[in-house]
Every structure is written in structure tokens, then in C-alpha cells.
């Protein structure tokens, strides 16, 4: 867990303290915010990586190197996981408060079906399924 990771923890641990303290009635303008500050740390981390793929296109096109490929380093594809799973976590405890187990069912689904996405972007064979080889007999 790096230092981002503990930050977030505790916004987390703090908004929770402040909803006790505080009671329901404030609950929903401690979600948003708390929501607020995941999206500006989503938002900064999606800057800082546009920001290093321009960076690397610029030196390759300087280089007169071709540019680098649409396709996705493992990294990117484990740390979209990794990413997603913690952003799943406050997300179920926000919709399990408000709708049960049909809000953290929900959240799930999204999760996953988010993953499948960025999967099937990343690897355009895996909704074709297995490529079958044509046997010809030459005779």
C-alpha cells in the first residue's frame, strides 16, 4: 500500500468519524465529498498518465521512431484491476447504506462489467472465442 493509498484511508476513516458525529442527515453531503476527493485523485493520476504517453510519443516521434502501440502494458491492465477493486469498496459501502444488498449486488456488477470492458478493449479475441484453423486437403 503506497502513501496515496493511506491518504485515501484515512479521508475514509474521517468522513466516517464526521457522519457519526454529525448523524444521517449530513450523511449525503459527506458522500459527495468524500466521492469529490476520489475523483480529483482519479482525475490527477489520468492527467499525470496522459501527460507521460504524450511525453513518450513526442520523444519517439523525435527519434523517428514509430509511435507506441494502442496496446496495453500488463501493468496498466493489473493496475486498472487493482484500481477498480479499491474504488469498489467505498462504493459498496455507499450503496449497501442506501439500497442493502441490492446496492452492493449492483455495485458488483458494475465492477465487474467495467473489468470485462477494459479486458475485451485490451484483447479483441477474447468475445470471438477460439479461432478455428481451416484444413484443406491439396489432393
Do not use: H
Amino acid at each position: 500500500m503506497d502513501a496515496r493509498d493511506t491518504d485515501l484511508k484515512k479521508e475514509l476513516d474521517a468522513t466516517l468519524q464526521t457522519r457519526r458525529e454529525l448523524g444521517e442527515e449530513y450523511e449525503s453531503a459527506l458522500v459527495d465529498s468524500f466521492l469529490e476527493k476520489v475523483d480529483q485523485r482519479i482525475d490527477s493520476a489520468v492527467e499525470r498518465r496522459v501527460r507521460r504517453r504524450l511525453a513518450e510519443q513526442q520523444m519517439a516521434t523525435a527519434r523517428g521512431a514509430r509511435s507506441p502501440g494502442s496496446a496495453d502494458s500488463w501493468g496498466e491492465r493489473f493496475g486498472f484491476g487493482i484500481v477498480s477493486l479499491i474504488l469498489a469498496i467505498p462504493l459498496s459501502a455507499v450503496c449497501g447504506a442506501f439500497a442493502g444488498f441490492a446496492g452492493v449486488v449492483t455495485t458488483w456488477i458494475g465492477v465487474v462489467g467495467v473489468n470485462f470492458v477494459q479486458a475485451a478493449r485490451s484483447n479483441p479475441d477474447l468475445l470471438s472465442g477460439p479461432r478455428r484453423r481451416s484444413v484443406r486437403d491439396d489432393d
